[in-house]
Each structure stands twice: as structure tokens, then as C-alpha cells.
């Protein structure tokens, strides 16, 4: 979320990926540039500090100028159901540092938030051209509603290795294996200023509520917090093994 979340990545991912033996890292970027969006030179810091692949969300064309480089780069997903002719792509096979084949599949909710294709149809044919060809399976569902994400944690159990979910920016303690072998948790949480609210500055956030006017909300600044999942998953299967919430002070 912003400066002090990318600060937070810079500062902490390195040695967080060392400790824990991390093969493989996704970071959901969809508020990385400002609080809204992302920005190609964002991106690329992201890249050299350890992240392995970015996803998006309903903030994916929130800077106009990086529309050209989520067309052009791999690494960079934004939801596999927005409406055909959109740059990019929503998904992707990847190589982890021990060979194992990653896919990635980055959706996006539709209960209150913009019409969009049916996530749960869209992965069910994303999975079925992966399938074959990747070891292990990660989900990003962005999407508002508890409901929508666990209900789709429970559509791809033992289909996917992990549906992770994001966008409410708290972090739930819901986290599990589901029985056929998919971790999931509701949303793993927020990468930004603890003392914010969503990491926006508190005050403004307030009087917005308070007034309900129209104005412009700026980022929140301070000790940002690092917030996350280590999911442990046989290749061999592609099952979850284990699922750990974390939440890291800069």
C-alpha cells in the first residue's frame, strides 16, 4: 500500500524469504503506486527486492501509463475475468528457484464491486488448460465479500494448492487446509502504515465518514507492517501441506 508498504518489501522480504525457505513469492500490487494502482517502476522494485509475480485487482488501470507495461510483462497479472481486449493477462506458468512449475491465476470478485466475467466459471478453464502443465496452483481472489471468497476456497478445494484472498486490506485469522488439500485464507492482510486506517491517513478517512463529502484521502505515513502467508505444499501432489498468517513490523 504506497511508500510505506513498498518500504516495508524493501526492508523485509529478503530476509524473511531467507528464514523461511521461501521458493516462490506473490505479492498482490494492485495498490503499490500511490494507494491506487501500479507503475512499471514500482513494479521492477518489487521484482529486485524478491517478489516472484505481481497480481492485481479493481485498481489495475488506476495509472494510465502502466497499461502498456501490464501488457508487455509476464510477471505482472491482472484478473483473468475482466472482459476480453483488456491488456495483459491473467494468468501464467513460472518456475520457482527449485524448479517446481508455479501457476498463478488472478481473479476478481463480483459481489459488490464492477460487473465482471463469473470468477468461479473463469477457473474452472484456467485449471483445466493448467493443469497438466504446472506442479502447483496459487489463486489470488480479490473480492469484497468473505462469502464470495470462501465459497470459491471451497469450489477449487483439492482443484487448487491455495486460494488466497485479498483486497479487504485486515487480515482474518480463518486460515486452513481445506480437507482435499487447498490452503485458504479470507484476505492475508495489508503490506502498509499500521497506524491508518486501509493505509490511508485517519484523519481523513474520518471526516470523509463524518461529512460524507467528496475529498481527496492521502496515504498514511509512519512504521509500516509487513503481512502475509508461508504456504507449504507437496509437489508432488500439488496439496497444501500447511498455511501460516504472519504480520511482520518494519
Same mark, same amino acid.
Given at each position: 500500500m504506497?511508500n510505506?508498504?513498498r518500504?516495508?518489501v524493501?526492508e523485509?522480504l529478503?530476509a524473511l524469504?531467507s528464514?523461511?525457505?521461501?521458493?516462490f513469492v506473490?505479492a498482490?500490487?494492485e495498490n503499490?503506486?500511490?494507494?491506487?494502482?501500479?507503475?512499471?517502476?514500482v513494479?521492477?522494485e518489487?521484482?529486485?527486492?524478491g517478489?516472484?509475480v505481481?497480481t492485481l485487482?479493481?485498481h489495475?488501470w488506476?495509472q494510465r501509463q502502466s497499461?502498456?507495461?501490464?501488457?508487455?510483462?509476464?510477471r505482472?497479472?491482472r484478473?483473468?475475468?475482466?472482459?476480453?481486449?483488456?491488456?495483459g493477462?491473467g494468468w501464467?506458468?513460472?518456475?520457482a528457484?527449485?524448479g517446481v512449475?508455479v501457476g498463478?491465476l488472478?481473479l476478481?470478485?463480483?459481489?459488490?464491486?464492477a460487473?465482471?466475467d463469473c470468477?468461479f466459471r473463469?477457473a474452472d478453464?484456467?485449471?483445466?488448460q493448467?493443469? +497438466?502443465?504446472?506442479? &502447483? *496452483?496459487?489463486?489470488?481472489?480479490?473480492a469484497?465479500a468473505t462469502s464470495?471468497?470462501? @465459497?470459491? !476456497?471451497?469450489y477449487?478445494?483439492?482443484?487448487?494448492?491455495?486460494?488466497?484472498?485479498t483486497?479487504?486490506h485486515?487480515q482474518t485469522?480463518?486460515e486452513?487446509?481445506?480437507?482435499?488439500?487447498?490452503?485458504?485464507?479470507?484476505?492475508v492482510?495489508m503490506t502498509g502504515?499500521?497506524d491508518?486506517?486501509?493505509?490511508? +491517513?485517519?484523519?481523513? &478517512? *474520518?471526516?470523509?465518514?463524518?461529512?460524507?463529502?467528496p475529498?481527496k484521502?492521502k496515504l @498514511?505515513? !509512519?512504521?509500516?507492517?509487513?503481512q502475509?502467508v508461508?504456504i507449504d505444499?507437496?509437489e508432488?501432489?500439488g496439496r497444501?501441506?500447511?498455511?501460516?498468517?504472519i504480520?511482520?513490523?518494519?
Amino acid at each position: 500500500m504506497g511508500n510505506p508498504g513498498r518500504r516495508a518489501v524493501s526492508e523485509i522480504l529478503e530476509a524473511l524469504r531467507s528464514s523461511v525457505g521461501a521458493q516462490f513469492v506473490i505479492a498482490n500490487g494492485e495498490n503499490s503506486a500511490g494507494g491506487f494502482g501500479i507503475a512499471s517502476v514500482v513494479a521492477k522494485e518489487m521484482f529486485k527486492d524478491g517478489v516472484d509475480v505481481i497480481t492485481l485487482g479493481n485498481h489495475t488501470w488506476s495509472q494510465r501509463q502502466s497499461h502498456e507495461y501490464i501488457a508487455q510483462e509476464p510477471r505482472v497479472l491482472r484478473p483473468e475475468n475482466y472482459p476480453p481486449g483488456c491488456p495483459g493477462r491473467g494468468w501464467g506458468i513460472y518456475e520457482a528457484e527449485n524448479g517446481v512449475r508455479v501457476g498463478v491465476l488472478s481473479l476478481l470478485g463480483r459481489t459488490f464491486m464492477a460487473p465482471v466475467d463469473c470468477p468461479f466459471r473463469t477457473a474452472d478453464n484456467i485449471i483445466e488448460q493448467a493443469k +497438466d502443465e504446472c506442479d &502447483v *496452483i496459487i489463486v489470488d481472489m480479490h473480492a469484497e465479500a468473505t462469502s464470495e471468497k470462501m @465459497a470459491l !476456497g471451497w469450489y477449487l478445494n483439492g482443484r487448487a494448492s491455495a486460494v488466497v484472498g485479498t483486497h479487504t486490506h485486515i487480515q482474518t485469522s480463518d486460515e486452513r487446509v481445506l480437507f482435499s488439500g487447498t490452503a485458504y485464507i479470507s484476505d492475508v492482510g495489508m503490506t502498509g502504515a499500521h497506524d491508518s486506517v486501509l493505509g490511508m +491517513d485517519p484523519e481523513m &478517512v *474520518i471526516e470523509k465518514f463524518k461529512t460524507q463529502m467528496p475529498g481527496k484521502i492521502k496515504l @498514511a505515513d !509512519g512504521e509500516p507492517t509487513l503481512q502475509a502467508v508461508i504456504i507449504d505444499i507437496d509437489e508432488a501432489t500439488g496439496r497444501a501441506v500447511g498455511i501460516k498468517r504472519i504480520s511482520i513490523k518494519e
